[in-house]
């Protein structure tokens, strides 16, 4: 058995702490049955809903908070850099980690689950899997983030010269999904919508349009939330790599983007043809670029390592230390391209030119993001970086709209209104934001040592 899952096994689901849990299930369960005794609709359904509560708060809420603690725990603890010096491969220690540390909710998780199921067959519902494998993939989506996101807090806090806590990471999440959560709903990009087709996964009953077609919305929701549950426990695993000192190739993180952009471009197909689904894709993948911005550390000896190869044209080098915002960035760049030569070469497509826009802002806003992460202090890098594209489009805009209205503005955001002029107009403030992030790097100084392990 995997030792680190054995080890969690025995920490969270003791025989006591299990005995504890199924007392504790047994009063829920048995409080509601006298409740629903006199329920029309049989007490059975009543109980399939109680249930369907602690499976959320077992599975997806306790369980995420176990997963993301398996991590944080073991720094308050001061074990962590144990556990780095193991034998034990990036993958053994995921997934032991990731079961191990969840085993207790995932247990009482399950009888939620197996009530809703039972309730289902009576009931002869026919999407009754579907829901059934949407829950168990959510649960799992979530504890998978969770872990990926005390994965990110460990590495950030590290090259900050701090200790990461669970307020810390908890807190960083949630201002970080507000923050994305405004850019994606901002007029820069096309309010939302690259991310409309989420939505509406999410809400759809009958049926789905998506890739042109109509799937059942149980069935294509399932699947769907299965894929990036999948996706979101290949991240936890490639960021446990780099924990153990190991680097990555860099194929996963795009092929991830490759996904992202056909699976938001699918939404847009029946509407837009081709070129609005690349359109829509670019958009969700640009959105991605700003949250890698963030999440990864700022180290100025990786991206002065990752200059001097790809200057050099030694990019076998250059490709594991390339930042993570550079392959949404490209990706992006290449989606606005192909949709523009899908279109005939024209910006006549409403979106078009403001996505080519976007994309110029997206290299100017990356690169007062790097300017501020790599300062003095870098702890205080992610504040300073809110603070100036705050300023750059709340003050900027209201400038330049005083100024000249919608030309004037879209100096300062890429708006439909003046696309060609925000465009150029992103690129000139890119060009002098990367000018003084290479100062601030430095001159190019080749690398002492390679890695001691290959990437893969």
Not at 174 to 183: A, C, H, M, P, Y
Not at 338 to 364: D, E, M, N, Y
């Amino acid at each position: 058995m995997n030792p680190e899952f054995q080890r969690n096994l025995w920490l969270e689901s003791a025989p006591r702490r299990v005995a504890w849990a199924i007392v504790v299930l047994l009063m829920i369960y048995g409080a509601a049955i006298m409740v629903l005794r006199t329920n029309p609709y049989g007490a059975l359904t009543g109980l399939a809903g109680v249930g369907a509560v602690v499976f959320v708060a077992c599975g997806m809420i306790w369980g995420a908070r176990a997963t993301g603690g398996s991590i944080l725990n073991e720094i308050a603890d001061r074990t962590w850099d144990f556990q780095r010096l193991s034998a034990l491969d990036p993958w053994s220690m995921t997934w032991g980690k990731l079961l191990g540390s969840a085993s207790l909710a995932w247990i009482c998780a399950l009888t939620g689950l197996l009530l809703m199921a039972a309730a289902s067959l009576q009931r002869g519902e026919p999407g009754a899997l579907s829901t059934l494998v949407f829950l168990t993939a959510l649960a799992v989506l979530l504890q998978a983030i969770s872990m990926g996101a005390a994965l990110v807090g460990v590495r950030k806090a590290r090259a900050e010269g701090r200790t990461a806590r669970a307020g810390g990471v908890l807190g960083g999440l949630i201002v970080g999904g507000v923050l994305l959560s405004w850019v994606a709903g901002s007029a820069g990009f096309q309010r939302g919508a690259g991310l409309e087709g989420f939505g509406a996964m999410l809400s759809a009953k009958g049926l789905i349009d998506w890739g042109g077609r109509y799937w059942p919305a149980d069935g294509f929701r399932a699947v769907a939330v299965t894929l990036f549950a999948a996706w979101a426990v290949i991240g936890a695993w490639r960021l446990m790599r780099l924990e153990l000192q190991m680097r990555n190739a860099p194929v996963v993180w795009p092929a991830f983007l490759v996904f992202l952009a056909v699976f938001a471009g699918g939404f847009a197909w029946r509407d837009g043809g081709l070129s609005g689904a690349l359109t829509t894709g670019a958009l969700a993948v640009a959105l991605s670029a700003y949250a890698a911005a963030f999440a990864e550390p700022a180290d100025r000896v990786r991206m002065r390592q990752f200059r001097h190869h790809a200057l050099a044209g030694d990019f076998a080098r250059a490709g594991p230390l390339a930042p993570a915002p550079l392959a949404p960035l490209i990706l992006a760049a290449l989606l606005v391209v192909t949709a523009l030569a899908v279109s005939a070469g024209s910006f006549a497509r409403p979106g078009l030119a403001q996505a080519a826009a976007l994309i110029a802002f997206l290299l100017r806003d990356l690169g007062v993001i790097a300017l501020c992460r790599l300062g003095e202090r870098p702890q205080r890098g992610d504040f300073a970086a809110v603070v100036a594209l705050a300023v750059l489009y709340g003050v900027g805009g209201i400038v330049g709209w005083s100024v000249d209205r919608e030309n004037g503005a879209a100096l300062f955001a890429p708006l439909s209104a003046a696309p060609m002029l925000s465009l150029i107009s992103g690129l000139v403030q890119a060009a002098i934001a990367w000018a003084l992030v290479a100062r601030r790097l430095g001159p190019s100084v080749p690398p002492s040592a390679s890695a001691s392990v290959p990437a893969s």
